[in-house]
């Protein structure tokens, strides 16, 4: 082969391998930028990330915390609530206890006027009976009265009668 195209060769082979070197420093270098690069945006994901997790568990806790706060107060509230509905319930209970004794005292008082009642009534019955015997005596009386007195009518006016012929 001929000298002047291997020189040309090795030229352009020394020029082929300095591109290349130098194509090999730059990726390199891009390479490491970038490898920085990434490692700056791991970092900063983390720190991201921790700040995140952090600001997640405080609001988790304060979340928790309020919750609790709640529901402890709700509790409380039912509590007296509850303790409130049993007072009116006993309350009530005993309005109903006095009122029911009432009654009961009034049926007691009812019971022994009823009984005392009974002998009054028992009474009345033997007068009414009594009253009816004396009565029906009375009545048999004035029907024997009333006939006696229609036959002393009719002999009044039979003589009457012969009073006017007569005279």
């Known amino acids: ?3 002047d195209l291997i020189a040309y ?5 020394r020029e082929s391998v300095q591109q290349l070197a130098s194509f090999r420093e730059e990726t390199d270098r891009r390479l490491g930028e970038n490898s920085q690069q990434l490692a700056s945006f791991r970092e900063e994901n983390t720190q991201r990330l921790a700040s995140l997790e952090e600001r997640a568990a405080q609001e988790l806790a304060s979340f928790r915390e309020e919750n ?3 529901l402890a107060s709700l509790g409380e509230e039912a509590a007296q609530q509850l303790a409130s509905f049993r007072e ?3 309350r009530r209970f005993e309005e109903a206890n006095r009122r029911i004794e009432h009654v009961e005292d009034g049926v007691r008082h009812t019971q022994i006027m009823v009984g005392g009642l009974r002998g009054d009534v028992q009474l009345l019955a033997h007068g009414v009976a009594a009253f009816d015997g004396k009565l029906a005596a009375h009545y048999l009386d004035l029907k024997e009265e009333i006939r006696e007195l229609k036959a002393l009518l009719l002999l009044h ?3 009457g009668d012969l009073n006017r012929r007569i005279g």
């Open 68 to 70: 609790t706060r709640r």
């Open 157 to 159: 006016l039979s003589y």
């Open 88 to 90: 009116e319930a006993e």
């Open 9 to 13: 060769l090795d030229e352009r082979f």
């Open 1 to 3: 082969m001929d000298k």
